[in-house]
């Protein structure tokens, strides 16, 4: 059965950072893009970044662009964000997402979710 | 304010048939694929539809989606309590270079 699971969440003070891990299991992680997706508190959700397998196409929201850095390792089946100059609106439960081997992104398997709470 | 448009909330009894719309632009759903979610707060969201007709395997079949020029719908057939939770749309946007997700809609079983 595919697995993602995130960690890497936590509290922290606005302008500082995190670093988010989504390890995969079960599934060819290196030939699936991967998209990280967000939910605010009492919010909808809201997709974040994606990822092609290579590492070659990435995309961000406007709202974390220059601030958020996604990155993955295909050796070790991980996908990571990395957030800067984090802000309050910023605070949500982070999810790590699949995408799709041949086309565009399903999202067919999610993990259970991280939460962010930036706050002084 | 989302780039895609869904009605905040829907209700219905049970066994009825219910409709939740998504409204998007030329840049979005009328070019790309739509998908379909079903999340209840405090799980990982399920992808129940994916482009834009076609049910995952697992899914029941009385989740069913469409779509035409600009707007996409999903249809749940012989509504049940279990129903009850967020549902939202999704598609790329061209324009943005991004995907966009619909505000989400909260349904509610009678």
């Known amino acids: 059965e595919v697995q993602l699971v995130e960690s890497g969440g936590g509290l922290v003070q606005p302008g500082g950072s995190l670093r988010l891990s989504c390890a995969a299991s079960d599934f060819a992680f290196n030939i699936y893009t991967m998209n990280w997706v967000r939910q605010a508190p009492g919010k909808g959700l809201e997709w974040v970044s994606h990822?092609?397998?290579?590492?070659?196409?990435?995309h961000y929201a406007d709202s974390v662009k220059g601030r958020f850095t996604i990155s993955r390792d295909n050796a070790k089946n991980s996908l990571y964000l990395q957030m800067d100059r984090l802000r309050v609106e910023d605070t949500a439960v982070y999810y790590c997402?699949?995408?799709?081997?041949?086309?565009?992104?399903?999202?067919?398997?999610w993990g259970q979710g991280t939460l962010v709470t930036v706050s002084s | 304010q989302s780039v895609l448009t869904q009605p905040p909330s829907a209700s219905g009894t049970p066994g009825q048939r219910v409709t939740i719309s998504c409204s998007g632009s030329n840049s979005n759903i009328a070019s790309n694929i739509v998908n379909w979610f079903q999340h209840v707060p405090g799980t990982a969201p399920k992808l129940l539809i994916h482009s834009n007709d076609q049910r995952p395997s697992g899914v029941s079949d009385r989740f069913s989606g469409s779509k035409s020029g600009t707007s996409a719908s999903l249809a749940i057939s012989g509504l049940q309590s279990e129903d009850e939770a967020d549902y939202y749309c999704a598609t790329w946007d061209g324009s943005l270079t991004a995907w966009v997700f619909g505000g989400g809609t909260k349904l509610s079983v009678l």
């Open positions: 990822i092609s397998s290579s590492s070659y196409t990435i």
């Open positions: 997402a699949r995408g799709n081997h041949n086309g565009p992104s399903l999202f067919d398997y």
